[in-house]
């Protein structure tokens, strides 16, 4: 990795690794002690939970999925650290009774650290963006998506 490919290469690099199917390239892109929280709130505290869990994922859940990323930007804590965002859409998840699901789409948070080899995630919030929701609330059978509008 080239140090001046700048913080924004991180959401590249992970849709790359993700597409390739990938669980170790992408946790390559985190520091050993990173924090990893997914869109359901699941966080991961270290590079090989994170490596593990996105190896599960890849292989269950979104065998053969293609990750696109758009809209990046960040934005520079000091010299060595920044915050970088992007939207993201995934296809080809695959629900529990190996049907199709459709198209998600959500927001990428990345905190990203400089070191002598480039920038390194040391922690990543993904969301899901949900079509018509303003937030979530939990009623009698889960959480469901609410609009108050």
Request: glycine residues 10%.
């Amino acid at each position: 990795m080239e140090q001046d490919e700048g913080p924004e290469s991180v959401p590249h690099r992970f849709a790359q690794a993700w597409n390739r199917g990938d669980a170790d390239g992408i946790a390559e892109l985190f520091a050993p002690d990173a924090d990893f929280v997914n869109v359901v709130g699941l966080w991961w505290h270290d590079r090989k939970s994170i490596r593990d869990a996105h190896e599960y994922g890849l292989r269950v859940i979104f065998p053969g999925s293609t990750m696109r990323v758009s809209g990046v930007r960040s934005r520079m804590l000091g010299t060595e650290a920044a915050v970088v965002h992007c939207r993201w859409s995934v296809s080809g998840q695959v629900l529990p009774d190996g049907s199709p699901s459709g198209l998600r789409r959500g927001v990428f948070t990345f905190v990203v650290s400089r070191s002598d080899t480039g920038w390194t995630a040391v922690a990543a919030q993904n969301t899901d963006r949900v079509s018509g929701a303003e937030s979530l609330a939990q009623q009698e059978g889960g959480t469901s998506p609410v609009d108050y509008r």
